[in-house]
């Protein structure tokens, strides 16, 4: 079965049931844990489908038109949107397909909608990886993005990463909270940005969703 294309629900086919994985219970939409290595097209958690989107669905993002297939939260694309799907496009120009290390979209599976973004800021490096996030703001406050930082967190640990990084400003406590929630800790600053990693040989701690 195809991956789909659009901003609808996700589907797992083949029975596909959600599994305890290294960081949290996640599934890979219709991937068993033996073919995770293939490249990944939908990953599943508990509340939300994210979905690895192609050049196509990427220039409809940017340019804020949705097309017939894509469900979309009104306040989606958001500017955060923009700039992440625009990087995806440029690495994806540069380099190729960027799967399973590029950009996801994050639908919420209770109406179908899709409400933000997450990925990955480039390919591995040396068993580490940076990843990016954001959503809109009627879909903030309730746990989603540090539910799918876990999602992804099971990726990297799948392709046999050590680390994963990310970074916020200081002032913005939300997604400080959000990256702590999904087992990310504080290692230092650079100028006003605050960096945070989790090892992926560390002990797990399951993401909060509220």
């Not at 799907?85 to 899709?114: C, E, M, N, S």
């Not at 390919?123 to 539910?147: I, N, T």
Request: with cysteine; aromatic share 6%.
């Amino acid at each position: 079965m195809p991956a789909r294309t659009d901003g609808g629900m996700c589907t797992c086919p083949n029975g596909f049931r959600d599994r305890p994985f290294r960081h949290g219970l996640i599934g890979l939409c219709g991937v068993s844990r033996a073919a995770s290595l293939l490249p990944v097209t939908e990953l599943q958690t508990p509340r939300l489908c994210l979905h690895a989107i192609d050049t196509a669905e990427g220039e409809r993002i940017v340019g804020r038109r949705a097309g017939a297939g894509d469900a979309w939260a009104e306040d989606y694309p958001f500017d955060g949107d923009v700039i992440g799907v625009t990087a995806f496009l440029t690495a994806t120009a540069a380099h190729g397909d960027q799967r399973p290390f590029g950009h996801y979209r994050i639908t919420r599976t209770a109406d179908g909608k899709a409400i933000g973004g997450i990925g990955f800021k480039g390919q591995p490096d040396d068993g580490c990886v940076e990843v990016g996030y954001g959503l809109a703001p009627s879909a903030r406050g309730h746990g989603y993005a540090a539910e799918a930082l876990v999602a992804l967190l099971n990726v990297a640990a799948d392709h046999g990463l050590s680390r994963v990084v990310a970074d916020t400003t200081g002032d913005n406590v939300a997604s400080q909270r959000t990256l702590e929630r999904a087992g990310f800790r504080q290692i230092g600053t650079n100028g006003d940005l605050y960096l945070y990693e989790v090892r992926l040989d560390a002990p797990p701690r399951p993401a909060q969703t509220q």
